[in-house]
C-alpha cells in the first residue's frame, strides 16, 4: 500500500487485512502440509507393523542389511539387528529404513501455531513502521523494519537448525527484498492507474 498511497487509514486497513490474511493463510497452509506428512508417516508405519507381523523373517534380513549397508559385517548387522528387533522392532525399523521416530510425529498444530505467529511478529513490524512514521518516510522505515524482522527470523531458524546464521539470514533478507520489490512496484502500478 505504501506504493499506492501515503494515507494513513489505507495503509492501516490494508495492513491489518493482510496480516490477518497472512496469518491464517500462513497458519492453515503449515497446518495441512504437516497433516499430510504425519498422515503419510503413520500409513508407513502401519505399512512396516503389518510386515513385521507377516514375514518377521524377511523384515530382520533386511534390517541387517541395512545395517551391513552402514559398514557392519554380516554376522554383526544381524546380531544388531535381532537385538533391536528383540527390543523393539518397530522403532528399530522406522528408525533405519523410513528416519522416522514413531513416538515423536511432528504436531500439524504446533506447526501452524508457529507459522501464524511468526507471520504475524514478522507483519507486525512493517506495518508499525508504517503507521508511526511520517509519509515521507513510511517506505525507507518499512523497508529497514523488515529487514531487521528478516534478519532476526533468519538468525532465530538457523539457531534451531544449528545451522550458520550469515547463510540463513542472506535468504531471508534476499527473498524479502525481492519480494518487496515486487510488491511495491505492483501498489505503485496499480494505485497510480486506480
Known sequence: MAGATTARGAIL???????????????????????????????????ERRELVETPELELAELAGFYEERGLVPALAREVAAQLTAKDALAAHAE??????????TSP??????????????????????????????????????VIALALTGALSARLGGTSPGRQIGRNITGGLLAMVVTYAVGALVGTQL
Do not use: C, N
Not at 490477518?20 to 503413520?42: C, I, N, P
Not at 533405519?96 to 514413531?102: S, Y
Open 13 to 47: 486497513t490494508a495492513g491489518v487485512a493482510a496480516l490477518a490474511a497472512g496469518a491464517l493463510s500462513m497458519g492453515v497452509g503449515e497446518y495441512v502440509s504437516v497433516s499430510t506428512q504425519r498422515d503419510t508417516e503413520k500409513a508407513l508405519l502401519d505399512r
Open 96 to 105: 533405519v529404513e523410513l528416519q522416522i521416530d514413531p513416538d515423536s510425529l
Open 109 to 146: 498444530w504446533h506447526a501452524a501455531y508457529a507459522s501464524m505467529g511468526s507471520f504475524f511478529v514478522g507483519a507486525l513490524l512493517p506495518l508499525v513502521a508504517a503507521l508511526v512514521s511520517s509519509p515521507s518516510w513510511h517506505v525507507p522505515l518499512i523497508v529497514v523494519f523488515v
